[in-house]
């Protein structure tokens, strides 16, 4: 008997003004698609809460601005609300990018968190390298888009894992 094939998806919703974030989400992405996973990337502007119906593992991605996300990211979250419910036992992550060290890329990257936490959304840390998701400081070094790679592949096995 044949095994049924199982597909999955990983969403990556990102906002950037200057660039580096788009940089770090293009990295996710990447790292998303070595696992075989299929991916789409979107930038907050073209994404709507629907979109993350359909995806089984979703990342966001956003600068820090006052210690927090990015309003265009807060407002997708807050749109998310009428799915209360709906997103739970999906994997999650989240990655930020900041103007420099101690200017609250950890707050932001908990401030996305806690939104998918409250999904009901599973979320796997790293014990190596940037616990909580991928941060840079300014415009993303290797070891950023690195970090940046391993989430989004992270985010995917435990995609096909939780999908068997």
């Known amino acids: 008997m044949a095994k049924a094939v199982i597909k999955v998806k990983v969403l990556v919703v990102y906002y950037s003004r200057s660039g580096n974030t788009e940089k770090m989400a293009r990295a996710v992405a990447a790292g998303v698609e070595e696992t075989g996973v299929p991916v789409e990337l979107k930038p907050v502007s073209q994404a709507k809460a629907e979109d993350l119906l ?3 593992g979703i990342i966001l991605g956003s600068p820090t601005y006052y210690g927090t996300l990015a309003a265009e990211m807060k407002a997708l979250i807050d749109s998310s609300v009428r799915y209360h419910g709906k997103l739970e036992g999906k994997v999650g ?3 930020t990018s900041s103007g420099g060290i101690g ?3 950890e ?3 908990l401030s996305l968190l806690q939104a998918l936490l409250v999904h009901g959304m599973i979320v796997q840390g790293a014990a190596s390298g940037d616990h ?8 993303p070094d290797e070891k950023a888009l690195e970090q940046c790679r391993q989430l989004g592949a992270r985010v995917a096995r435990l995609v096909k894992t939780l999908q068997r």
Not at 132 to 139: F, H, K, M, P, S
Request: aromatic share 10%.
């Open 54 to 56: 359909e995806a089984d």
């Open 93 to 95: 992550g989240a990655f």
């Open 103 to 105: 200017t609250g890329n």
């Open 107 to 109: 707050t932001t990257i």
């Open 132 to 139: 909580y998701g991928a941060v840079a400081v300014r415009a």
